[in-house]
């Protein structure tokens, strides 16, 4: 019976940490040259934080799955542009701390307005509850 109790809480153990560890997001945030970087899972790009941005204080809130879906879902979009190097950033939209890429894709034609590209954002949420009140772009 003893074995069997200690068999049973070494499993229960090994399950929370395991469990504890997938969305452990500190793995993902790493400072270097005394500046804040928010390293994506899957194509390890290095996402640049500024310290002045309201999205810093935020970043502990990053559910790590949401964050590789995201990185999946913007990559897919944004390789139908043909742009090999997307500039991710971290931005609060609807109050929701995401994870985005602004892309200016060259016109063919300019527009009537005389503009020769657009501006086309992609933007996934990376956090499952609301950071902030307020929209702040």
Do not use: W
Not at 36 to 48: C, H, N, T
Not at 114 to 135: D, L, Q, S
């Amino acid at each position: 019976m003893k074995k069997l109790f200690v068999a049973l809480l070494a499993m229960i153990c090994l399950f929370s940490f395991v469990g504890c560890g997938q969305n452990d997001i500190s793995k993902y945030l790493k400072k270097k040259d005394g500046e804040q970087y928010l390293i994506l899972p899957i194509s390890k790009e290095k996402v640049y934080i500024s310290d002045c941005r309201e999205e810093n204080k935020y970043l502990k809130y990053i559910d790590v799955g949401l964050l590789k879906k995201a990185e999946k879902k913007i990559a897919a979009e944004v390789s139908k542009y043909n742009d090999e190097t997307p500039h991710y950033y971290i931005d609060i939209r609807d109050g929701y701390l995401c994870l985005a890429v602004e892309l200016i894709v060259d016109l063919d034609e300019p527009a009537a307005n005389g503009m020769n590209h657009e501006h086309v954002f992609f933007r996934e949420r990376i956090t499952k509850k609301p950071v902030a009140a307020e929209e702040n772009k």
